[in-house]
């Protein structure tokens, strides 16, 4: 248990809350005499960081127990961690016991719902408020604290005007929408608090690093596995025109541009995602529902692979997913310390890899098992008929983008989740949520 002498918390201006003497202040302050026996371990109000000082005005029992002995002030932490009270630990003290502002677009999509329910499950007290362009019906009686933000990702004076209210903003949806990030930026920037950072937590994706348009023959094994913490630089250097480049450009310019003090951002970048999503609108991910089709649209009645298909990429399942995000938005809450922001602040969230032949094979046998295949056998297609992979899925309008899902590579390693939020996979394997996820898409 800290005590400190006056001179010393005055000089150097670590008071927090001075709680005045009388009967009450007289009881608060005997517990802390022997408190400050003890150093208070977690357990109560485990998330507040900060000093609480107790100043006797009127009440003699005050005095003895604050100067029993002493000509110490009676201090004592209500959190292991933090050595003194600087600017974090006020405003983190401030953001608990206030509730911190949270605005957060794409509340409706798959990964934009899941962490709407995480976050709102998880700390009822924080003040929500999400960017809804179709509000859900059921939307108001799930989450009736959660204030609704009437919009689109073109809104751009009502996503500034809610982003400059927001003790962090997370951002998700259309990675490469340039108008949104921008107005969310100027919106962080345009009145900041004094020491006080706005963070901002942005979606993109570790598609930044598939090597579909590169000169790999499409189907077979990339070795490169990436590092969000080890190979940084290449991937902060990443060529113009590359996915998600356009937005991430206006993102790193700001963040060099204003101080830490003002903004400190986040790029979430997570693998192909699987499991059921837990918010109140879109419930799949993406991959297993155009890989039916597509199968379907083929025409053989088999599961296919283009090549070898021995091209691997990471999983992650959305539950692992909304664990790193959850983290990350405590880690800002509580003031943003041990954790990294701004250019390092990249967080993959793989937890496993599977290569694109593994999944045919497996999704061959279980659609066959239930009758919507007859043959549990896979085909794979010639890497000469490219050009019908790449026509696959074009009504979404991203070129390639059968070439992309089906044929590429991308594979990463959290390392920076690890480190900074002790991040390891707790769900299942994707192999035991892969019949769930085909025979639902298929019966649809």
């Known amino acids: 248990m800290r005590v400190t002498k006056k001179g010393e918390w005055m000089a150097n201006n670590k008071v927090l809350i001075l709680i005045s003497g009388g009967f009450t202040g007289g009881v608060i302050c005997i517990a802390a005499r022997f408190i400050t026996i003890y150093q208070l371990k977690a357990g109560w109000l485990p998330n507040l960081s900060g000093y609480l000082i107790f100043k006797p005005r009127r009440s003699f029992l005050c005095y003895w127990t604050v100067f029993w002995g002493t000509k110490y002030w009676c201090m004592f932490r209500v959190c292991c961690g933090a050595t003194t009270l600087s600017r974090h630990g006020v405003d983190k003290f401030w953001r608990i016991i206030m509730g911190a502002n949270i605005f957060i677009t794409g509340g409706t999509g798959y990964i934009g719902g899941s962490v709407l329910d995480t976050i709102a499950k998880a700390h009822p007290e924080y003040e929500m408020f999400a960017l809804l362009r179709s509000i859900p019906s059921n939307f108001p009686s799930l989450y009736p604290k959660i204030k609704i933000v009437k919009g689109d990702y073109d809104s751009v004076d009502i996503i500034s005007s809610a982003a400059s209210e927001a003790d962090a903003v997370i951002h998700n949806g259309n990675s490469d929408h340039e108008a949104s990030i921008k107005a969310i930026i100027h919106g962080i920037t345009s009145n900041p608090a004094p020491d006080r950072p706005t963070y901002l937590l942005y979606l993109s994706g570790s598609g930044i690093l598939s090597d579909f348009r590169t000169s790999r023959i499409p189907g077979t094994l990339n070795p490169k596995i990436w590092s969000d913490i080890e190979d940084l630089p290449s991937i902060l250097n990443r060529p113009e025109g590359e996915l998600h480049q356009?937005?991430?450009?206006?993102?790193?310019?700001?963040?060099?541009?204003?101080?830490?003090?003002?903004?400190?951002?986040?790029?979430?970048?997570?693998?192909?995602?699987?499991?059921?999503?837990?918010?109140?609108?879109?419930?799949?991910?993406?991959?297993?529902?155009?890989?039916?089709?597509?199968?379907?649209?083929?025409?053989?009645?088999?599961?296919?692979?283009?090549?070898?298909?021995?091209?691997?990429?990471?999983?992650?399942?959305?539950?692992?997913?909304?664990?790193?995000?959850?983290?990350?938005?405590?880690?800002?809450?509580?003031?943003?310390?041990?954790?990294?922001?701004?250019?390092?602040?990249?967080?993959?969230?793989?937890?496993?890899?599977?290569?694109?032949?593994?999944?045919?094979?497996?999704?061959?046998?279980?659609?066959?098992?239930?009758?919507?295949?007859?043959?549990?056998d896979t085909v794979s297609i010639p890497t000469e008929n490219l050009k019908e992979v790449d026509a696959m899925l074009s009504e979404w309008g991203i070129l390639k983008l059968g070439r992309y899902l089906f044929a590429s590579n991308s594979r990463t390693r959290a390392d920076r989740a690890k480190k900074v939020l002790g991040y390891e996979g707790e769900e299942k394997e994707i192999w035991k949520y892969l019949e769930e996820e085909l025979v639902g898409y298929s019966n649809k």
């Open 246 to 376: 356009n937005v991430e450009a206006i993102l790193h310019a700001a963040t060099a541009k204003y101080s830490t003090n003002v903004l400190r951002a986040a790029a979430m970048c997570p693998p192909d995602i699987y499991g059921q999503g837990f918010g109140p609108g879109k419930k799949n991910t993406i991959f297993f529902s155009a890989y039916v089709k597509e199968i379907h649209n083929l025409g053989l009645g088999k599961a296919f692979y283009v090549g070898e298909g021995e091209n691997m990429k990471s999983w992650v399942h959305i539950g692992d997913l909304m664990r790193v995000y959850r983290g990350l938005i405590e880690k800002a809450v509580e003031g943003g310390e041990n954790a990294d922001w701004g250019k390092e602040g990249y967080y993959f969230a793989s937890t496993q890899e599977a290569s694109q032949k593994d999944i045919a094979v497996a999704t061959g046998k279980i659609l066959a098992k239930h009758g919507i295949l007859k043959s549990a």
